[in-house]
Structures are given as C-alpha cells and as structure tokens.
C-alpha cells in the first residue's frame, strides 16, 4: 500500500506556504497511523517548478525549498524505523531546461557534441508536427549566438522540459547513476516518470493515424524495453527491496503487460481503472482484463483511483460522466458531491479488496474535492496555460492538505498564504476532524487498509452475483460486494459484515455502496 506525497502539499514545516520535508517528517505519525508500506515522493529535486518539479535540474539535490539532501535522509531513516519505506520519483524522459547539460547544448550550437544528448534539428519549420501531451507543438525554436533563430529543440511536455535523446551512451549512464545514488541512500524504489516515451524513432515520421503496436515514433517503442532490464539488473544487484514501478499510459494490455516480464519492471501504474464510468460492467470488465494481463508476466496489478494530475475521486464520481480523462476536463461541470463522496468511498473499498498493491494520493483518504474555483492567478499548471486556458489543469488536486481547524492554512503551514489557497469550507475535512469520527473518510481507509492485511496474499476468485454487483472473494476470509447501481443487495447469509462504506439499509447494501464481509464457515458435512 503507497501512499502518494507532492511534497508542495502535504504539510509546510518551515511557514513559507509550500509544504517540505520539516512537514512531512512532523506528519509521520500520521502516516504511521494511517497504516501504509510504503511513501512515493513526486520529485522533490532541484527544479525551476515549471511543472510542479517533472523539470529536473539537478536529480541529487533537494529543492531548497523542500530540504536538504540531509533531510531527506533523515526522513528515510525515520519512516524505515516506523515501517514505512521510501520510493522517489524518477524522471528519465526530459530535463529542465535550467539543467546544465541543457544549457551547455545550448552554448555550444548547433553540431556540437552537447547538443546531441538531446533532440536538436535545424530547419524553417518543426521537423514533426506531433502534438504535446500538454498541447501545442513539441518544438521549440533556439537563437543562435548572434541572435538568428537556430535549430528546434524536442519536448513532449512543455518547452521548459527537453527530451533526452536515449540513444546516447551519456543519457543510459548518468540515469544509472542517479538511480544508484538513491539506492544507496536507502530508498526502496523508484517511481518512473512518463515511462514508455524514452526512445523516439530516429526518422522522426509523423504520427500515423492508427499506429501498429511499436511503430509510434514517440510513445511505447520496443527499445525502451533494454533500458528497463538494465534497471532491473542494477535494482537486483541491491540486497533488499528496490522495486520499479513505470508510469505507463496504455490502452493495449499486453502492451502495457509486456513492461512487467519478469526482468523488468515490478510494477506499474493501472490507468484503465480511472478511466472506466462507474458502471457495473465497466469496473468487472477492467479488473478482469488487468488480472489476466498480470498473470502470465507474473507482477502484481496496482489499483489507482486517483494521482496528483486527475480529478479527485469525490468530484469525479458525482459527475454525469464518470470516467477520467485528460481530454473532457472543462471548468464549469456539474458536480454532486454528496454522491461523488458516497461512490468514492464505494471504490475505496472496492479496489482495497483486490489482490496487487493499492496506491492512495495525499488527500484522498479525507475524501477532498478537486478545488474548481480557484483564482485565476493562482493556478500554476502549464496544462491550464497551454490550453488556452480551456483545460482547468491540475492545480485543483494539488491544494494543500487540510490537517487541524476551522479556517485555512488548517494547521498546514503557519501562514495562510499558501502556495495554493484553500478553500473556506474545509473544517469539516481536517485529519483532526475525521480521525475522531468513526464515520469519516480517513477512518474507513485506516479500517480498511488494516483489515486489508489479513488478506492480503489470499486467492481472488469471482463469485456469482446480480448484473450491477460485483462480487468477489479474497480466500475463505473476504468476501467484497460492490452494488454499483443497483437495488439494495441481501449480505450472503450468516456472513459477518466487517466494513462497509455506506450504512445498511434493513440489512441489505445500498446502492454505490460496497461491503467487505466474512462469509459463514462452511458446513461440515455430516458422517
Ligand atoms: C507525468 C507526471 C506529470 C508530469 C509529466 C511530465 O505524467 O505524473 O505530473 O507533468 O509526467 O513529466
């Protein structure tokens, strides 16, 4: 169980409104209490913060503000010593472009040795009209010494983060390195930015219309796999745990599988859960292709609801339209909170049921709401701006936690000029508030995450059950029901409930609701 930290957000330890590593560390008896294995850090590096730290300047310093090198450690040490282990993000695909061998490439022009770690092309127009996963172009236009426009430089993301060229000898060694330097430091894993994008097909053809499995230029090319077994080969030279967990956005299971055979990557992140409608059919359908996907390449499945650039959970399940994508986010869209917050707690529990590792983000086991309205000059995210404006971003999961009180900085910082406001409505959804309401968010995740234990490693298997219920069982100790939408569902008879996310309505389970129960022991056939 890994509970995802953006270091911004979590708690602020020395009152200049952005949260550090003095927080996180005062907030470790949260954690401790909440029950996790496991901390992933988004990166916490030096960094110009033009996208929220994934513009890496320097990968073995600390961002002043967040601490220092020193600090970090300590935090390792410390959270080790309570059980919970340390993962830290990793970011191969690009750099900032404040990052040295950047500016180098840049003083030394064009053919030059420098430039060749990364994408440089000279021409009057973009060599590819590829389009920015943060929209726009992925081209930007260099000056050269004398002021003339130079050569075009490759981002998939913004401008400010280069593209590494992953075919140079320079590029393999130093990320190498960088993962050795962490693991030497005690860190349990790395969590593995933008992970399919790395190799670029040299040619640099335009994107085809329906490109075959392997062929796009950019994304989920074959030979990203040899850079991965050579990780893994360097993970496994440790003794201990040192896993690697891909950000791997794919729609194609196999595809996506083929990232987990044995001599690559541990784990990586299942998207196709978050992207599915809270629909009955939706859900069993996803987590049956998932489990298949693993099983031959033996990983475990992971189960995301949520991560530091999606619509928060609460807010996205209470909208007509219930799948995420980074495509529909509009301002303006109706929200039922009441609802959203009822299905989130259903999902909570549904996905804390199935057998693989569980990622929680910061903040969602107090079931916080995306932050819509937040003032226009507050936002950061280049996503909004490159828009147009149009895409809200993602600054409204990024919102400092709320931890003691009635009014902001709620006990996250000592001056209630936060890097990001927060809302005025949320005394109710303190951590203070809610670890003293049995009924609250945060208990049902401490409940479930501990009740979670005793099945663990126990088989799963499918158990029969009406169109809208998903039914399934962790050994002979678990039964989960999850009623999508559907009429109140009778408990299996003479079963225990253990946890349910709403309350029981004449003893059956309400819509969007889910349930964790101990079946009755079996009946001993009589001699
Ligand atoms: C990943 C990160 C995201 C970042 C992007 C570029 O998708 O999760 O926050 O903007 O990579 O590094």
Redesign the pocket.
């Known amino acids: 169980m890994v509970y995802e930290i953006y270091p911004r957000s979590f708690a602020d330890g020395d009152g200049d409104g952005v949260g550090d590593l003095a927080g996180v560390r005062s907030r470790l008896p949260y954690l401790r209490d909440l029950g996790i294995d496991a901390v992933w850090f988004?990166p916490w590096y030096a960094s110009p913060m033009a996208?929220?730290g994934?513009d890496v300047e320097d990968y073995r310093r600390i961002h002043p503000a967040f601490g220092d090198l020193a600090q970090a450690e300590a935090f390792i040490a410390e959270a080790l010593a309570l059980g919970i282990r340390t993962i830290v993000d990793i970011?191969p695909?690009?750099v900032s472009s404040r990052h040295p061998w950047f500016r180098r490439a840049l003083a030394a022009g064009p053919g030059s040795p420098e430039r060749e770690r990364f994408w440089f092309r000279g021409g009057a127009t973009p060599p590819t009209n590829w389009v920015s996963?943060f929209q726009g172009g992925t081209w930007t236009r260099t000056a050269d010494a004398d002021g003339t426009p130079g050569e075009w430089y490759l981002h998939l993301?913004a401008p400010e983060?280069p593209d590494l060229n992953w075919e140079h000898p320079d590029v393999r060694r130093e990320h190498e390195d960088v993962l050795r330097f962490w693991f030497d430091r005690g860190v349990a894993g790395v969590r593995i930015?933008?992970a399919a994008l790395l190799v670029k097909d040299p040619a640099l053809p335009e994107v085809p219309d329906a490109p075959l499995p392997g062929r796009h230029p950019n994304t989920d090319r074959d030979g990203v796999h040899e850079i991965y077994r050579s990780w893994r080969a360097l993970a496994d030279g440790y003794r201990g745990t040192r896993i690697l967990i891909g950000?791997v956005w794919m729609p194609d299971a196999d595809r996506f599988a083929a990232y987990l055979r044995p001599d690559e990557l541990h784990t990586a992140f299942n998207f196709d859960f978050m992207s599915r409608e809270w629909r009955a059919d939706q859900l069993r359908e996803s987590i049956a292709t998932m489990l298949a996907a693993h099983a031959p390449v033996g990983a475990p499945s992971t189960w995301v609801l949520s991560?530091?650039?999606v619509t928060r959970p609460v807010t996205r399940y209470g909208r007509a339209d219930t799948a995420f994508a980074f495509a529909t986010k509009r301002f303006g869209t109706p929200t039922d909170r009441e609802l959203g917050t009822r299905r989130a707690r259903a999902a909570a529990l549904l996905v804390a049921a199935l057998p693989g590792s569980l990622y929680i983000y910061q903040g969602d086991e107090l079931g916080l709401p995306e932050v819509e309205d937040l003032p226009s000059g507050a936002r950061e995210d280049p996503m909004h701006f490159r828009s147009g404006g149009v895409d809200p971003g993602?600054d409204g999961c990024r919102v400092p936690l709320p931890w003691t009180g009635d009014e902001p900085p709620y006990g996250f910082s000592s001056t209630s000029a936060t890097w990001l406001p927060q809302p005025a409505d949320w005394g109710g959804l303190t951590a203070e508030r809610q670890a003293a309401d049995p009924g609250s968010m945060l208990s049902l995740y401490r409940r479930a995450i501990r009740l979670r234990r005793s099945f663990e490693s126990a088989p799963f298997a499918w158990i029969d059950a009406p169109d809208d219920v998903l039914a399934f069982a962790r050994g002979d100790g678990l039964v989960c029901l999850a009623n999508v939408a559907g009429r109140p569902v009778a408990l299996p008879r003479g079963a225990e409930l253990l946890l349910a996310s709403s309350e029981l309505v004449d003893d059956a389970l309400p819509s969007d609701s889910t349930a964790w129960v101990r079946p009755a022991p079996a009946e001993t056939p009589h001699r």
């Open positions: 988004t996208d929220g994934y970011v695909n690009h996963n993301f983060q930015d933008s950000e991560n530091h650039d993602r």
